[in-house]
């Protein structure tokens, strides 16, 4: 058996010799992961990136982030406390905050980062965090570093969240995807909010794949139910997906953004979010209000995925947003199926273990706003003509 790469002594003069035996294993596996870089002018049908709006390439989205650059320069200089924030930062927070619903709104250089400011600065020693066992990596890491006691309960299962819940009497903070990165299935959320209220506690809510999809014009799964603004929860986003640029924000009661401010690392000690993606998004944000059923369009397509896929035996995931994904016999067939998919002009992505919670590997499918009809049944009849067998 292998020894634990952690554990093990390493050879002398090679301090790093064990790298080899983890690629060795991970070839084993099939869970070889490799850059590939895309050109500007990708050939491919891309179902595989989030650009759920189509607003990436957007010409109103570009040139207003090459006219943030020209006038506030390549980088934010700082962190938001010093000289990172802009009059953009601001712009941006206040429309954020008032289009989904909520009193203040905070912009992260990434969702990733807003995710840990909001999951360790809310919690701590002796608090208890509830989280659903399929959570983003982002809040995974945000309990791990957050010195709180953490409990993983089954997925999307409020009554899970209810015992963990029940008996403890100090601060306590429930966290869950709003829609879930792998199957693109929509956490409970109401019933998730009933239950942190009859026990005191507050409800955190990853809105990534939700924000720009879901709610009246967009607004996201928490305006969806009717929680916006609500004052025991918060919010988290990505400006990277629907809004076509790049970094995350947390929003939420104004209290609980003054206190960010002060005592979230992720935002104290990082530089800010370039102007440039400052100003894409608060592009993309302004151009979703005005075109509203981008939102409605791009749920449509990921039906229409996924009612063509499963007509055609696949088996593929109901979607509640915009993901639509398909189960695959191993994770060898996924990444084999993917590269067909490729080579026949489309882009896919493939998750695999440990990107799976439940160890299933899976293509993944992301449904767009501008994608055509004619565009989703060459898609279709791509994943089907290259599928592998069960």
């Excluded at 993917?338 to 489309?346: E, M, P, Q, S, Y």
């Amino acid at each position: 058996m292998p020894q634990d790469p952690q554990n093990s002594s390493p050879a002398p003069g090679d301090p790093f010799g064990w790298l080899e035996e983890e690629r060795e294993r991970r070839r084993r596996a099939g869970l070889v992961r490799s850059l590939r870089p895309r050109p500007a002018d990708s050939p491919l049908l891309d179902l595989a990136g989030n650009d759920y709006l189509g607003l990436a390439r957007h010409p109103e989205v570009t040139a207003a982030a090459a006219d943030a650059a020209r006038r506030w320069g390549a980088g934010a200089t700082g962190s938001r406390l010093v000289t990172g924030s802009t009059e953009l930062h601001a712009e941006l927070e206040a429309e954020l905050a008032g289009f989904c619903g909520f009193e203040a709104a905070l912009v992260f250089s990434s969702g990733y980062a807003a995710n840990l400011a909001a999951v360790t600065a809310l919690t701590g020693r002796g608090t208890l965090v509830v989280s659903d066992a399929a959570n983003h990596a982002s809040l995974i890491d945000g309990c791990r570093l957050s010195r709180a006691g953490t409990a993983v309960v089954p997925h999307a299962d409020p009554d899970a969240v209810r015992k963990a819940l029940e008996g403890f009497h100090g601060r306590a903070l429930a966290v869950t995807d709003a829609v879930f990165s792998v199957d693109g299935d929509a956490a409970p959320l109401p019933e998730l909010a009933a239950v942190c209220r009859a026990h005191g506690a507050a409800l955190l809510v990853d809105d990534a794949h939700g924000l720009g999809v879901l709610g009246e014009g967009g607004r996201g799964a928490l305006h969806a139910a009717g929680l916006a603004g609500d004052p025991d929860v918060v919010a988290t986003v990505t400006l990277s997906k629907s809004l076509g640029s790049q970094g995350g924000a947390v929003l939420g009661p104004a209290r609980v953004i003054d206190h960010l401010v002060n005592a979230a690392r992720t935002f104290v000690f990082d530089t800010g979010l370039a102007p440039a993606a400052t100003g894409a998004a608060l592009a993309a944000l302004r151009l979703l209000r005005r075109e509203p059923g981008r939102a409605s369009r791009v749920r449509e397509a990921a039906r229409g995925l996924y009612e063509r896929l499963t007509a055609a035996g696949l088996d593929a995931a109901r979607p509640d947003a915009a993901v639509v994904s398909v189960r695959a016999p191993s994770p060898e067939s996924a990444l084999d199926w993917a590269a067909d998919c490729r080579d026949a002009g489309l882009a896919v992505g493939c998750f695999r273990p440990p990107s799976v919670p439940d160890g299933v590997s899976r293509l993944r499918l992301t449904a767009r706003a501008d994608l055509t009809d004619a565009e989703l049944g060459t898609a279709v009849a791509t994943v089907v003509r290259t599928a592998p067998a069960a």
